[in-house]
């Protein structure tokens, strides 16, 4: 009785579900929803290539380092990377006497407590350092921003859809609302039109927004479009800095399947290739031949069984 009484329950539960499932199959064929005005305007990031695309992408040592001076003298005011330390610079080709003037120049410092007075604080930063917010909470980063919050940029790569190609992309794609954009959804007061951004309007202001911003310390040409693609990069490194070792890895896991495959494959056709088909004869006691000598020495020694 309880499974009868069970079985009706899936089976009631089994029937709703279909219900449910046609239901809402009929409503979105008769009523589509309405392509809202985000759907509409919202675009993909831009197709932008970078040298840590693909299973063999390496960093380029020296687009890194221009990536930094755009952080550093861009993007370093609103924005700070509480998971990078600056003795990371290191895997950037930044020697060490480097690291620590880059350190001890930083234009924000780092929160401290007095040991004297036991009061809060602020001291030089030190290579074992992480770069710190340029805010000292949230309150005063919202208050500073017309109330929007501005993001750690330590793993924006990661957490945002396109990784680096987003980043290049929202950093160049500021623009003028179009003539056919509907009045309720321009940018308001303190808002900037951007159709790379996900509801088409951010409080972030254009942070690069001429030629020659940054002066590249290797003589590159400071173009926006290069600033935006060399800060792009540099993200993608401070997001996942291991990826070289984990590509090298990887290739590494592949070679040795590969050859592991290859010998597993040798091994069947020496071993058991050639017996395939065979019927395998049982041996010892339950071999037939020896099971019927058995049986002959008991009846001849008047043992039964």
């Known amino acids: 009785m309880v499974r009868l009484i069970g079985a009706l329950v899936g089976l009631g539960f089994i029937l709703v579900l279909v219900i449910s499932l046609i239901t809402g199959a009929v409503s979105f064929v008769t009523e589509p929803p309405a392509e809202t005005v985000e759907h509409k305007f919202h675009k993909e990031p831009k197709d ?45 080709g930044y020697e060490e006497p480097e690291i620590k003037a ?18 809060a604080n602020t001291r030089k930063a030190i290579p074992a350092d992480r770069f710190p917010s340029p805010y000292p909470n949230e309150v005063a980063a919202r208050a500073a921003n017309n109330n929007a919050m501005p993001p750690d940029l330590s793993l924006i790569t990661k957490a945002r859809h396109g990784g680096g190609a987003y980043i290049y992309s929202l950093l160049t794609g500021y623009q003028n609302p179009p003539a056919n954009l509907p009045p309720e959804a321009r940018p308001g007061q303190g808002l900037h039109f951007n159709p790379y951004f996900p509801n088409l309007n951010i409080a972030m202001p254009p942070p690069i927004t001429a030629d020659g911003q940054v002066t590249y310390a290797d003589g590159t040409a400071a173009t926006r479009d290069q600033m935006a693609k060399d800060v792009s990069a540099f993200l993608i490194w401070t997001a996942e800095p291991n990826l070289e070792s984990r590509h090298r890895t990887g290739i590494a896991v592949l070679f040795f399947l590969l050859i592991a495959t290859v010998l597993a494959y040798m091994a ?8 395939r088909g065979r019927t395998v004869r049982p041996e010892g006691p339950l071999d037939p031949e020896n099971q019927a000598k058995s049986k002959a020495a008991k009846r001849k020694a008047g043992i039964e069984g």
């Not at 990536?67 to 990078?84: I, P, R, T």
């Not at 880059?102 to 009061?119: C, F, K, L, R």
């Not at 069947?268 to 290739?273: A, G, L, P, R, T």
């Open 48 to 92: 932008v290539a970078f040298s840590t695309d693909g299973p063999f992408g390496r960093f380029d040592r020296q687009q890194l380092q221009r990536g930094f001076q755009v952080y550093k003298e861009v993007c370093a005011a609103c924005h700070g990377l509480n998971l990078v330390a600056f003795r990371n610079l290191a895997d950037l």
């Open 102 to 119: 880059i350190a001890d120049q930083w234009q924000i410092e780092v929160p401290s407590i007095d040991p004297n007075t036991g009061e």
């Open 268 to 275: 069947y056709q020496n071993i058991w290739h050639s017996n």
